[in-house]
């Protein structure tokens, strides 16, 4: 059963950086697509990016295209988020999802993955 755990989280000045970890254990990665969403209180939970299986399909929020960056790296189980120029509006929880795909597919709908994490807390204030 695969297992998802999200961290790099944390409080950050508006211009900073942070990058989130999705680390995957009881199962490969190699074959899942992987999107992060994130959460802010009050509001409806939302894509921010996504990667396909072999990293070579990406996609990126209009919010954040331009200051984040996804990447994975299968040999060790675990997908990244650079999380660049951060603004006050990017505070939420962010959470990783999984969903076995095929090939260069992967999305930014949250119901079509089936693997959450619990999700790391990212905190952008002064």
């Known amino acids: 059963q695969l297992q998802l755990v999200e961290s790099g989280g944390g409080l950050v000045e508006p211009g900073g950086s942070l990058r989130l970890s999705c680390a995957a254990s009881g199962s490969t990665l190699a074959h899942y697509a992987i999107g992060w969403f994130r959460q802010a209180p009050g509001k409806e939970r939302e894509g921010v990016s996504c990667?396909?299986?072999?990293?070579?399909?990406?996609n990126f929020a209009d919010p954040v295209k331009g200051r984040f960056t996804i990447s994975r790296d299968n040999a060790k189980n675990t997908v990244y988020l650079q999380m660049n120029s951060l603004k006050p509006e990017d505070t939420a929880v962010y959470y990783c999802?999984?969903?076995?795909?095929?090939?260069?597919?992967?999305?930014?709908?949250?119901?079509?993955?089936?693997?959450w994490g619990r999700g790391t807390q990212v905190t952008v204030s002064s």
């Open positions: 990667i396909s299986d072999s990293g070579g399909s990406t």
């Open positions: 999802a999984a969903r076995i795909a095929p090939p260069a597919t992967a999305t930014l709908i949250p119901g079509w993955y089936d693997h």
